[in-house]
């Protein structure tokens, strides 16, 4: 059709940077930390650690290096990357009934979609680079108190909401358990970030929402 959808034009946008970063295109300092520390393998880097992953997903699925200064005067390699990617979520995405009747070829399947619901998935994901639903977000939140909304009397956080409100003990708990079970520290940084602990994360995230929505 000639167009991405917004996460994707996002993404396309993100990975020209993290391209542009790698070859040089950035303060020295930034580039040291890409070729020397490797920033982009490490979780304190969130960005350029998603970037390099979903750049890493896209050459595996495309078999096409992106990974180039190419893509900065021409990025179709990397648009053309995109929509393949897009193609097959959507050949096995259990959700579009009625695309899939005008394609009955696009069968389903038990693929991983990533999470619960592309909303839990959106709210983590804001969390996780600074712009989350949580009051403490004052471009969303510019007329209310930026306390927890259940009434806790303290600043809603990132920290507060995953790891000391009771009003969300029993996700908080269920995320611990998964922790656990996969042999990783309980922390901001693994909530937000490791896959298997993410769908639980959405869970508490959507219940924040929930609460919202009562109010
Ligand atoms: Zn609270």
């Known amino acids: 059709m000639g167009w991405l959808p917004l996460d994707y034009l996002l993404a396309m946008h993100g990975i020209k940077w993290f391209v542009k970063c790698w070859f040089g295109y950035c303060g020295d300092h930034l580039r040291e930390r890409l070729h020397r520390d490797n920033i ?26 992106l990974i180039t200064e190419h893509i ?57 680079c600074g712009y989350s639903i949580l009051r403490t977000n004052r471009l969303m939140f510019r007329h209310v108190a930026d306390s927890c909304r259940r009434g806790c009397g ?26 656990k079970r996969v042999n990783i520290e309980f922390s901001v940084d693994t909530a937000l970030c490791h896959p298997q602990v993410l769908p639980e994360t959405e869970t508490l995230f959507l219940s924040v929402i929930a609460e919202n929505y009562r109010i």
């Open 154 to 179: 303290v600043r809603e956080t990132v920290d507060h909401v995953l790891l000391v409100c009771p009003c969300y003990s029993e996700q908080r708990a269920r995320i611990a358990s998964v922790c």
């Open 72 to 128: 900065l005067q021409d990025d179709s390699a990397l648009r053309d990357s995109l929509f393949m990617d897009l193609t097959e979520f959507w050949r096995q995405h259990h959700g579009p009934e009625i695309t899939r009747e005008l394609y009955p070829d696009w069968r389903e399947s038990n693929r991983e979609i990533g999470g619960h619901c592309r909303y839990g998935r959106s709210l983590v994901n804001g969390a996780a």
């Open 40 to 65: 982009h393998l490490t979780w304190n880097n969130i960005f350029f650690r998603r970037s390099y992953e979903f750049i890493h997903h896209l050459e595996i699925t495309t078999g096409v290096t």
